[in-house]
């Protein structure tokens, strides 16, 4: 095994439990192990994300609709770029939370600089872009 270097991490008590609960459940000997392949999957995400050409991605976003101007900054941020928002689904969760999923089409840095400024925007609470074939890509394959 390469060199290892150790790291140390702060994280709230109780998604530390529910960590160690998920990870136990999918049979992994070590939380450093996890977290290896936690970090690995996020660097081949970011790989497939520099691809060339026009890029496909569904980002998916959970927030609380009461954060204040949450709901309006979101729909900003996509106004903003609406040459990349092919088409948004909202979806009331409860009370409280609602699921946002958006479809995003275009030059792949653009995309994924959309899907990360949207994810960052702070009281969105859980979500992720993940890449898809573009018709190019798909054309490709036959
Ligand atoms: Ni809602």
Known sequence: M???TRISISLEENLLQQFDKLIEHKGYATRSEAIRDLIRDLLIRQQARHAH???VAVVTMVFDHHARELAAKLIDKQHHHHNLVV???HVHLGERHCLEVSVLRG???EVMHLGDELLATK???HG???FTG???DLEKLG
């Open 2 to 4: 390469a060199d290892l």
């Open 53 to 55: 050409g026009d890029q």
């Open 87 to 89: 088409s948004s689904l």
């Open 107 to 109: 030059p792949g840095h």
């Open 123 to 125: 009281g969105v609470l």
């Open 128 to 130: 992720e872009i993940t």
């Open 134 to 136: 573009s018709e190019g």
